[in-house]
């Protein structure tokens, strides 16, 4: 019995793992057309993280080593296909998300409220981009950004950190009632 369940649970973390980069690539196609449809351009998936949520998601239902993967590859792939994100903001974007799945994974069976997880997902994800900021800056001399621009993305992302806490914990409550793990 305890085998079918093991077996159950990894089919679950592969689909989720699947899901999480198919869903990376595609949900910020579908933000960005809303945004040249309603004239706001890329300022959609700048506001509402699309990319965020399914790698999240792939942390918290398949664990450190599958949200961490799919956090990094995530932006890749849809670098790959798309060229989004931007060529310049690529390397910031590995960084967050992959702290985002590495997080969402690693605090994924502390005994705590989900909400509550979420917020100490979100906080390491940001201080992990803020920090690959502040480094693109400091260290190595990256004039195209400022120390500032760690407000204007946290702010910039208002919306999406609201719509998480809307839809993320529900998700994943969903996912592993079926998964049964």
């Known amino acids: 019995m305890n085998t079918i369940i093991a077996k159950k649970s990894a089919a679950y973390k592969v689909i989720t793992f699947i899901a999480a980069i198919v869903a990376s690539v595609l949900l910020p196609q579908l933000f960005h057309a809303i945004g040249v449809i309603s004239g706001t351009g890329a300022a959609v998936g700048s506001a509402l993280l699309p990319m965020h949520i399914p790698v999240i998601i792939a942390g918290f239902v398949g664990g450190p080593a599958v949200g961490l993967i799919a956090g990094v590859l995530s932006p890749l792939a ?3 296909i798309s060229s989004m994100p931007a060529a310049a903001l690529l390397p910031f974007m590995v960084i967050e998300l992959g702290a985002y ?3 969402a994974g690693l605090i994924s069976k502390a005994k705590f409220n989900a909400f509550a997880k979420l ?3 979100q906080l390491a994800g940001r201080a992990a981009r803020a920090l ?3 480094t693109a800056v400091y260290v190595l001399g990256n004039t195209a950004l400022s120390a500032a621009s760690i407000v204007e993305f946290i702010t910039a992302g208002l ?7 809307a839809f993320i914990p529900f998700a994943v409550n969903k996912i592993e009632e079926k998964a049964e793990i």
């Open 78 to 80: 849809s670098f790959a």
């Open 101 to 103: 799945g590495l997080a």
């Open 119 to 121: 917020i100490v997902v």
């Open 132 to 134: 690959a900021i502040l």
């Open 159 to 165: 919306f999406g950190i609201i719509l998480q806490w």
